[in-house]
């Protein structure tokens, strides 16, 4: 998840009466600076992103300002490897390494440490186990009478491994290379949505969810599957990130900030954002 839903939510009132005309104008104290901190690394051997925002107003429509100048850096406390991100002055910061070495390591601990501006934010995360993608399926559905895209669309093949604790996996697809955001995130416990499937074949709602929605693949595309390992209280994040994106309609909820995993040295200065280091199993397929 790349970016993050506003963290201050604001509930107008506007008491209105036929026999009144006037309008009631209502203004808003804007709060202190908000910094968010995008953080999701994984074990992948390639180019390593930690973004730094300031979060912007509830009613803002413009993008979220960059947070730049800041330290960033990630160590493994297993083994007490360092890793320095360098400043690219657009509030990314960006970790490259060789294709023969790797930032995450399976089942090592890290500690993630942002200081900007006098404050050190901090936030811990643990390499989780993934699973291996067997294979891709693919067919062609043909435009039916009543509608929907004529393509390929594809399926993952994998089984969710055994243990006594349960494995949680966020399922990422790509077409050509972008991103799929299909309704929302895919993801799944162990190998549905919750215990008793546990070692069993990822269930096809998962598993199809890799050609989301309408989407669908023409000849010679490829198809790119990720299975992000993430750990328990990252799965609930992005279930209450899920539901606050679709919550509309006459019985939606009251919105809620999203949690945050990260800690600041300052108990006055706020920051929003979240750290997780994830194993990556990775599988493509050509369309035809």
Not at 79 to 85: A, D, K, M, R
Not at 105 to 119: F, I, W
Not at 173 to 178: A, L, P, V
Request: proline fraction near 4%; include cysteine; charged fraction near 20%.
């Amino acid at each position: 998840m790349k970016s993050y839903i506003k963290t201050i939510f604001a509930l107008i009132t506007i008491v209105a009466f036929t026999s009144c005309e006037d309008v009631i104008q209502v203004k808003l104290d804007k709060g202190s600076p908000l910094i968010t901190i995008d953080a999701f690394v994984n074990d992948m051997r390639s180019q390593q992103k930690i973004r730094l925002t300031y979060a912007s107003d509830y009613f803002s429509a413009s993008k979220n300002n960059p947070v730049t100048g800041a330290v960033v850096k990630i160590k493994n406390t297993t083994n007490g490897e360092e890793f320095n991100f360098t400043d690219a002055n657009n509030g990314d910061y960006y970790l490259n390494l060789k294709t023969s070495d790797t930032l995450g390591r399976l089942n090592n601990d890290y500690q993630l440490t942002v200081m900007y501006d006098g404050v050190t934010y901090t936030a811990t995360s643990k390499v989780n186990r993934t699973v291996k993608i067997d294979s891709l399926d693919v067919k062609f559905n043909e435009a039916g009478p009543f509608g929907g895209k004529e393509g390929y669309v594809f399926k993952f093949i994998a089984y969710d491994l055994p243990g006594t604790t349960p494995d949680l996996y966020w399922i990422k697809s790509f077409k050509n290379g972008n991103y799929l955001k299909g309704n929302g995130f895919n993801l799944a416990y162990n190998s549905a949505y919750g215990d008793g499937s546990d070692g069993y074949p990822f269930i096809p709602p998962i598993a199809e969810a890799i050609t989301p929605g309408s989407e669908v693949f023409q000849k010679n595309d490829v198809c790119r599957v990720e299975i992000h390992s993430i750990n328990l209280p990252t799965y609930n994040l992005l279930l209450q990130a899920q539901a606050q994106i679709s919550n509309a309609g006459l019985f939606a909820t009251t919105p809620e900030n999203i949690k945050t995993n990260i800690t600041s040295s300052n108990d006055k200065i706020k920051v929003v954002g979240w750290f997780c280091m994830s194993a990556v199993s990775v599988k493509e397929k050509v369309a035809q």
